[in-house]
């Protein structure tokens, strides 16, 4: 257990993940592109088991225990401290949209809106939310949130949630991501419109990977993102909306010229197909390009710049496999389909992105910024003429990264999740 040739098993700093799901996945099925192969057929699911109680045992502290954060980071250009928020006081945070540089609303899975005000967690939570469909091992609920270009003037906001017309938390319920915006008063929500709400014949049951992802472009489009929902198939059939990529105005309504308008049976505000699970969206400070994050199965996660009609493939070709270890398929490229700008396999479970301006970071201008699930992990990459040239891990091991977003006030937040709380990253003065 102490490591001889390879790693020591008695440790924080797991590098392909720490919870007991991923380390007995690993052992299973072994981790691609490494010297890690699969056990199961030696060991037997039964022998992995065993194995894995001996390791988490062995652990000075569980894998998933909550730990301090750090004060502060080394980078490559900067030291930068870490101001620590609503630790305790948020349950899985998801979405976080700036107003101005002293006030910020945060989406928590399970249904709730907060204030952050002068960086602190307002206690007091918004009513008047509609009911999220959620429930264990889903990656539903509450998720994203964007604010109208024209806030000031309208007060919209926009919200991505799961929903369900059948019985709220159970599985077997028809469901499917909807799309609504309204306006905050006195902490109440009002005023709602519902801009996407999937048709019931093409709903689907026992569903995970939600997408929930929302974007503002430069032109005014409101792009939002919808998983497979555990559908593959479904995602290159334009008449469902799974795996897809949406293009709207800001009222719902459909752009005349999104490249599927003319299809007949085709929903017509897609945008792009192919995608197993866009859980980030980010727009390119300078050339405008909506990149999205495409979180694969084992092997595969996806870095992709979004085109007008473009096909990203899934899940005719990935470069992941199944999380039983069997081939989703054996094509990583054809003729007609998207290839990534970036493929990570293993699997880091990409989830959020986001650019930074420069604003207080001038030598990291224009770098993306992505957040991990499994490995916990805040990366920086370097992005030259569309090409990732380089990338450094910033964070690592202190909880899943579910959102990022430069604020107002320049500094990069990071909503994490398990241990849930905000953090504050700015460079030491």
């Not at 309504?253 to 969206?281: C, H, M, T, W, Y």
Request: with cysteine.
């Amino acid at each position: 257990m102490e490591g001889g040739i390879a790693t020591a098993l008695v440790k924080d700093d797991w590098q392909y993940g720490k919870s007991r799901g991923l380390i007995t996945r690993n052992i299973r099925f072994g981790i691609p592109g490494t010297e890690m192969i699969g056990w199961k057929e030696a060991l037997g699911n039964a022998g992995v088991r065993s194995i894995v109680d001996y390791i988490m045992r062995a652990q000075k502290s569980s894998p998933t225990a909550n730990r301090n954060f750090p004060k502060s980071l080394q980078t490559e250009d900067y030291e930068l401290s870490v101001e620590v928020i609503g630790r305790g006081k948020i349950e899985t945070p998801w979405g976080i949209e700036f107003i101005n540089k002293e006030l910020a609303l945060i989406s928590e899975q399970k249904g709730q809106l907060r204030w952050l005000k002068n960086g602190k967690l307002d206690p007091t939570p918004i009513t008047g939310l509609p009911e999220v469909h959620i429930f264990t091992g889903t990656l539903g609920g509450l998720m994203d949130i964007a604010l109208d270009p024209n806030y000031a003037e309208n007060g919209w906001v926009y919200l991505a949630f799961s929903q369900t017309d059948g019985k709220v938390g159970d599985r077997t319920s028809a469901a499917m991501t909807k799309i609504i915006r309204g306006k905050i008063k006195d902490y109440q929500w009002t005023e709602t419109q519902e801009l996407f709400s999937a048709p019931k014949s093409i709903r689907v049951r026992m569903a995970t990977r939600w997408g929930g992802r929302m974007l503002f472009d430069k032109e005014g489009y409101l792009f939002f993102s919808i998983g497979d929902l555990d559908f593959g198939e479904d995602c290159q059939d334009l008449s469902r909306a799974n795996g897809k990529i949406f293009r709207i105005h800001s009222d719902g309504s459909i752009p005349k010229d999104n490249p599927f308008v003319d299809v007949e049976g085709a929903l017509p505000g897609i945008f792009a197909l192919g995608s197993r699970n866009a859980q980030g969206l980010a727009l390119h400070p300078e050339t405008g390009e909506i990149w999205a994050s495409e979180h694969g199965p084992m092997g595969g996660d996806e870095l992709n710049i979004i085109r007008k009609g473009a096909n990203y493939g899934w899940p005719i070709v990935t470069y992941g496999k199944n999380y039983d270890g069997n081939m989703v398929s054996n094509l990583t490229e054809q003729e007609g389909m998207e290839q990534p700008v970036l493929h990570w396999t293993p699997s880091i479970a990409v989830c959020p992105i986001d650019f930074s301006s420069g604003e207080s970071f001038p030598k990291w201008k224009n770098d993306l910024f992505v957040g991990a699930l499994a490995f916990e992990e805040i990366r920086r990459l370097k992005i030259v003429e569309g090409k990732v040239i380089s990338q450094e891990v910033i964070l690592k091991n202190y909880g899943r990264i579910r959102g990022l977003k430069f604020g107002a006030d320049g500094a990069l937040y990071a909503l994490v999740n398990k241990p849930d709380a905000i953090l504050r990253i700015t460079p030491w003065e």
